[in-house]
């Protein structure tokens, strides 16, 4: 099971909510880029995302009303 250490992506001010919801969004994406291709996954998307976000190829861009909650 893929469980990385969500701290130092955390630490830029960036909400739990906004991981959560941009790291479902991408799994959607890819998911659906993977059945139009009629590919086979073998990682789950969700955990592609996450490391899509860990790594930085996927950013999140959060609402300046939120930042600071």
């Known amino acids: 099971m893929f469980?990385?250490?969500?701290?130092?992506?955390l630490q830029?001010?960036?909400?739990?909510?906004s991981?959560?919801?941009a790291t479902a969004k991408r799994a959607r994406e890819?998911?659906?880029e993977a059945e139009d291709k009629k590919i086979i996954m073998t990682e789950?998307?969700?955990s592609v995302a996450l490391e899509e976000?860990?790594?930085?190829?996927?950013?999140?861009v959060e609402p300046e009303?939120?930042?600071n909650i």
């Not at 469980?3 to 992506?9: A, I």
């Not at 830029?12 to 909510?17: E, F, G, I, K, P």
């Not at 976000?53 to 999140?60: A, E, Q």
């Open 3 to 9: 469980n990385p250490d969500l701290r130092g992506v």
């Open 19 to 21: 991981l959560v919801t």
């Open 65 to 67: 009303e939120i930042r």
């Open 53 to 60: 976000i860990l790594n930085g190829d996927y950013v999140i």
């Open 12 to 17: 830029n001010h960036l909400s739990r909510y």
């Open 44 to 46: 789950k998307p969700v």
């Open 30 to 32: 890819i998911a659906e």
